[in-house]
């Protein structure tokens, strides 16, 4: 393998309950990141109540939970934590840059993969915790990607800011600088509630001038 995968397992999404508008029914974007160093990183891992889901999603990918080697959660909300508990032959787990084994804790960021191309950074904002993988010599032609959490809901956040705003803030200042940051380091973003999407200078002028 020449490049580095990135496979979104799935999309996320985040909408008003049919039947309640005071509730929300929201999962995060699920990706699986395959490098060429031959080692698994997934990050982000749904609800807890989508451990059979996943696997068949790994299934669909030729692996099983024990093939993944590094787990990594954008930040510690449920629906990004959800199914950590599939992978405990996984080297370590990071939920934002805390790196955890068993009782273990460190702080971690930098490089994920042996060639340095897959690497973990801090991107406060929706939380002050939050992190983003950000994943250099893509399939997508060499191209680099960023797995931002909820730095980004979905590609319709940067025409209409109040959609990351209103989905929670911790410091909007410093989600605003992050997203324009992940914007000019990345060609593609893997969002935390919808689909992957390739940038181009007017978005990336938009979020330079919020």
Not at 104 to 115: F, N, P, Q, S
Not at 142 to 156: A, K, N, P, Q, S
């Amino acid at each position: 393998m020449l490049q580095n995968h990135v496979i979104v397992l799935q999309s996320g999404y985040a909408k008003e309950d049919a039947y309640d508008p005071k509730a929300m029914r929201a999962n995060c974007s699920c990706t699986l990141i395959r490098c060429r160093d031959s080692s698994n990183i997934i990050v982000d891992t749904m609800t807890a109540w989508d451990g059979e889901h996943l696997k068949s999603l790994l299934a669909g990918q030729g692996l099983q939970p024990d093939d993944i080697d590094v787990v990594v959660c954008t930040h510690g909300h449920s629906d990004h934590i959800g199914c950590n508990y599939l992978f405990q032959q996984a080297r370590f787990h990071i939920v934002g840059s805390t790196a955890s084994k068993h009782d273990l804790y460190t702080e971690h960021t930098g490089a994920l993969d042996t060639h340095g191309e897959v690497l973990l950074e801090k991107t406060p904002g929706h939380t002050l915790s939050c992190a983003s993988v950000i994943v250099h010599n893509s399939q997508f032609d060499g191209t680099t990607v960023g797995i931002c959490g909820d730095l980004f809901e979905r590609f319709e956040d940067i025409e209409d800011a109040q959609i990351w705003k209103a989905a929670g803030s911790e410091d909007e200042k410093q989600q605003a600088e992050q997203r324009y940051r992940m914007a000019e380091l990345c060609e593609y973003i893997v969002p935390g509630h919808g689909t992957i999407f390739q940038l181009n200078d007017e978005m990336r002028k938009k979020l330079k001038n919020i």
